[in-house]
């Protein structure tokens, strides 16, 4: 990656002391399941090891090459990226068995995007009650910071909303883009699966946040990048019917 300047690094602390904040918060509540098979739960000294692991995996995996994205929140999500896998190799150095280690970064994460989701949405909701337009704007704001489109090697939206829905399709990802640039640099440790378990897997429950309807069912998706796919169809559905809510509940 392209050595960033002072405002950069910045956020990259902020951002790594965010991943620590969560870290702290996650790992306490959860027991850990080992290689081994044994179970146990992390003490403080444990967690904090943990913390400075990940660290140094960062610096590591931040030298994969790549291209570089053009946008500042586009590399700030790259960042995002590296930290999340990171987080996840050090619990595989720590003997974590690996679907623990996915779900417990997964949390990790969520705890941070489920934040920041909420923070983008808050005007919107405090301005009208219908879950269209809270979406609607929303998403427009995301595509504005962090995801916004220059095309590839940024972010590649195509963006537009229809009877109450709104669409993105995206066909470059910048974060995906990146761990399939450390695949292939080798010493793949199932961080394809780590990242899907976290970040392609967030916008269920994150529509339902920019809805704030105190329903589900708001999000749609049939491909995925990670998955192969040439493009994530994504539809944020402003409105559902109850039995639709009860029916992803």
């Not at 002072?6 to 602390?13: E, F, K, N, S, V």
């Not at 450390?182 to 967030?202: H, K, P, T, V």
């Amino acid at each position: 990656m392209v050595e960033e300047g002072p405002p950069q690094r910045l956020i990259y602390a902020v951002l790594g002391w965010l991943m620590a904040h969560s870290a702290r918060k996650t790992l306490r509540l959860r027991e850990l399941v080992f290689d081994d098979g044994t179970s146990e739960r992390w003490l403080k000294p444990d967690i904090n090891q943990h913390i400075k692991a990940a660290s140094r995996k960062a610096c590591e995996i931040r030298r994969v090459e790549t291209a570089h994205p053009p946008a500042f929140g586009n590399r700030i999500m790259v960042e995002m990226t590296v930290r999340t896998i990171a987080a996840y190799r050090a619990l595989l150095d720590g003997g974590v068995e690996r679907n623990c280690a996915r779900q417990i970064v997964a949390d990790i994460v969520w705890d941070i995007y489920s934040k920041m989701l909420g923070l983008y949405s808050w005007p919107f909701r405090l301005t009208t009650r219908d879950p269209s337009k809270r979406i609607s704007r929303t998403i427009k704001a995301l595509l504005w910071f962090p995801f916004h489109a220059t095309g590839a090697p940024g972010y590649a939206v195509e963006h537009w909303d229809t009877d109450g829905n709104t669409y993105t399709h995206f066909t470059h990802c910048p974060p995906h883009s990146f761990v399939r640039a450390l695949i292939a640099s080798g010493n793949d440790q199932g961080d394809l699966d780590a990242f899907r378990e976290s970040w392609c897997r967030y916008d269920w429950p994150g529509a339902n946040i920019l809805a704030g309807d105190g329903r589900r069912g708001h999000y749609e998706r049939r491909q995925t990048l990670s998955h192969g796919d040439s493009v994530c169809d994504m539809c944020w559905r402003g409105r559902v019917e109850a039995s639709e809510s009860a029916a992803h509940g």
